[in-house]
């Protein structure tokens, strides 16, 4: 039976056994929680991500004008690296959705955290921390994206023994506070 708990933190302060980051399609880095991982993880997980984008199809990565960039993680799915200077084993790379009102989002959002656990139990992780997945610059709704998130984890078929939820500031702790119950 899967525990779920709660941590009114900074995720890349953590220790588990796999660290789930809020990553860019890039996975070479940005703003908020994938920056925070990127910069006290070290280079190693920058390298690591550098190899996996390597072997990526290409994607969706495209310049203003259109014209294809690059290759780059799809929107839903997970990968994992070494988790280098953080107090974990593994870093697992999900791409969140940016939320749209006017269009239903919700099943790559739920995607992230299945596919997130369908990673660690390849890995054979048994403690994973997440995030609040599409939350900062991607402006899902705090209490809608807390929803998806537990249930989705709840719903999940996994071998992994506790789900932390690392809730950066208390807005989102009491959302996520609210549907564990």
């Known amino acids: 039976m899967t525990t779920l708990t709660l941590v009114r933190g900074d995720i890349t302060g953590e220790s588990a056994d796999a660290i789930v980051n809020a990553a860019n399609s890039s996975l070479l880095g940005g703003g908020g929680v994938d920056g925070a991982i990127h910069r006290r993880g ?15 199809p290409h994607s969706r990565l495209r310049s203003s004008g ?6 780059g993680l799809s929107t839903g799915r997970a990968v994992a690296t070494t988790a280098g200077n953080l107090h974990a084993r593994w870093v697992i790379h999900t791409v969140g959705p ?15 955290y299945r596919e997130s656990l369908r990673v660690a139990d390849e890995l054979g992780a048994r403690t994973v921390a997440f995030p609040a997945i599409s939350t900062g610059v ?18 999940a ?13 208390e807005d989102a702790y009491a959302a996520f506070a609210a549907e564990v119950g």
């Open 138 to 155: 991607y402006r899902w709704p705090m209490r809608d994206a807390a929803r998806i998130a537990v249930a989705t984890v709840r719903a």
């Open 98 to 112: 940016v939320f749209s009102p006017s269009e239903d989002r919700s099943g790559l959002l739920a995607s992230c």
């Open 157 to 169: 078929e996994t071998d992994v023994e506790e789900i932390r939820f690392v809730l950066f500031d």
């Open 66 to 71: 259109g014209t294809p960039i690059g290759k």
């Open 42 to 56: 070290g280079p190693a997980i920058l390298e690591d991500c550098r190899k996996l984008r390597a072997s990526l």
